[in-house]
């Protein structure tokens, strides 16, 4: 069996992305598309990614389950945040092309650009909760970018980051929202047909990564400063993306 250098590439990848997430409760899939969409296809990647991510979110779900908040979880996040993954993961089944990357580079300079923004300029501004409104088309956008790229992490901090929760409770339910998002995902992928025998063999190459992304994730929770690690993944990610536009 000859093992492609690309995916071995995307083995390091993932475990640098569920590194990030198990220290921010976000993160994951964005690094995930980001860095390994130089590596291999946008479809082909997500496919591969989103039963990995299921180890990570339900081991910090499970784990840390006293963190999770129920209420927002079933009352507002899912409900919305499902509708949108299903519409987006049945719209858009089958699409692949080089337009996929451009529009996902894009939304992550927009996305990456406006969080160091207000890191910096709005640092000591007191925002309250968004606007109702605002909030519930943030989940539902957050639903139907998470079932096109399996990446609605932005939006959803978006909608819920104001929300008063500490460190613990906001990764603890972010976890939660993305264990019941990629069951979805993962559902309709193998509805699809997307796993074969070779896609087998490809997930068990990948799959010591995203245990030892977890590993050293839980190590660093606790230890590392929490705004200037945010601010350096957004800063990579900026980056990154910006070299998928000129690819």
């Keep these: 069996m000859i093992i492609e250098p690309a995916l071995l590439l995307f083995a390091v ?13 976000f993160g994951s899939m964005l690094v995930c598309v980001t860095l390994g969409a130089h590596l291999i296809g946008i479809r082909e990647l997500v496919t591969l990614a ?35 993954t299903v519409i987006a993961a049945v719209a858009f089944s089958g699409f692949e092309g080089a337009w996929l990357r451009y529009a996902f580079a894009v939304m992550i300079l927009v996305l990456a650009g406006r969080e160091l923004w207000m890191m910096r300029w709005g640092a000591g501004v007191h925002r309250g909760p968004p606007p109702k409104a605002a909030s519930v088309a943030a989940l539902f956008g957050a639903g139907l970018i998470h079932g096109i790229y399996a990446t609605g992490g932005p939006l959803l901090v978006y909608a819920i980051g104001r929300e008063g929760l500490d460190k613990h409770r906001f990764r603890s339910t972010l976890s939660a929202v993305w264990l019941a998002l990629g069951l979805v995902l993962l559902t309709t992928f193998v509805i699809e047909g997307r796993y074969d025998a070779s ?21 660093l929770h606790h230890r590392v400063d929490e705004t200037r690690f945010k601010a350096g993944i957004w800063i990579l990610l900026i980056v990154a993306a910006a070299s998928l536009l000129l690819r």
């Design 199 to 219: 896609r087998g063999v490809d997930l068990l190459v990948l799959l010591p990564a995203a245990p030892l992304g977890i590993l050293v994730g839980e190590k």
């Design 13 to 25: 990848v993932v475990f640098f992305a569920y590194t990030v997430q198990t220290v921010a409760g």
């Design 50 to 84: 989103v039963p990995l991510s299921l180890l990570q979110t339900g081991y910090i779900t499970l784990r840390h389950r006293d963190g999770v908040d129920l209420k927002m979880l079933f009352r507002r996040v899912l409900p919305l945040m499902g509708l949108g």
